[in-house]
């Protein structure tokens, strides 16, 4: 049986702020990216969705952003590589405190927004970035956009990777997702989400803004947690997934 990873990301409120639709989306997916109080998320929230994790049986990633509350870590902040990986680390530690408390191991990391943007163009903050997991927990697998140089700095720090594609966001012809500030950048209607997926998981291909067909490998599925569709679109996909004849499983269960 064919198998794949789909991943949300969840834990994205804080204080009286309510982000994502959580407990509803969760029995969906398979693994999830828990904010861990940079770009959102409080320690509230945090312990909230590591138990909810648990009760449902879904892997546990640590989501790092930058550190920019007001504009949910979508900004690009001017950070060094040594930055980088401190701000990283230190991520690394808060998550990992409530996954100790309830006894459950930490899955994945995959870097948040502008982050993990900046880390598939650059070279020195994907090494900055594949270093501070290395040293917290090499056996942890980094999740990272398809084809760029997060996956590549995984890889040379010797992490196992997992190659991240995504259901309701656009790609342009250099295989970066496409800037949010663009329109169609992500995806509503259900039909085009589905079809793109499909398109990924059976042919290795994803049709870019600009009509061009490139190459792409699909480890992870990746669903918006903030998307106002994220709920509907979680259930078609899983639907749809099982339909195509796939198992879908946490990236530990299955890849080696």
């Not at 870590?73 to 990986?85: D, I, M």
Request: aromatic share 8%.
């Amino acid at each position: 049986m064919k198998t794949i990873d789909l991943n949300c990301d969840l834990g994205e409120s804080f204080g009286p702020y309510k982000i994502g639709n959580d407990e509803k989306i969760i029995p969906y997916v398979s693994s999830i990216n828990i904010a861990c109080g940079f770009h959102a998320g409080d320690p509230a929230v945090m312990e909230r969705t590591v138990r909810l994790a648990k009760e449902n049986g879904v892997s546990i990633g640590a989501h790092p952003g930058f550190q920019d509350l007001s504009h949910f870590g979508r900004r690009n902040l001017p950070v060094t590589s040594k930055e980088a990986y401190q701000l990283v680390l230190y991520q690394l530690g808060a998550l990992h405190a409530f996954c100790r408390a309830y006894d459950v191991p930490l899955h994945h990391v995959k870097p948040h927004g502008a982050l993990y943007n900046v880390a598939a163009e650059n070279k020195k903050i994907a090494g900055a970035i594949a270093d501070a997991i290395k040293h917290f927990d090499d056996s942890l697998i980094l999740y990272g956009l398809s084809g760029s140089l997060l996956i590549q700095a995984g890889k040379e720090a010797g992490l196992q990777t997992a190659s991240e594609v995504f259901a309701d966001r656009t790609y342009v012809a250099s295989g970066a997702l496409s800037p949010r500030s663009l329109d169609g950048a992500v995806i509503h209607d259900s039909e085009k989400v589905l079809s793109q997926v499909r398109q990924m998981i059976s042919h290795g291909k994803v049709t870019t803004l600009e009509g061009k067909e490139i190459s792409i490998k699909a480890d992870t599925i990746c669903l918006h947690g903030d998307n106002k569709d994220a709920l509907l679109l979680g259930k078609q996909i899983y639907s749809m997934l099982k339909e195509e004849g796939f198992s879908v499983q946490s990236v530990a269960r299955w890849k080696q």
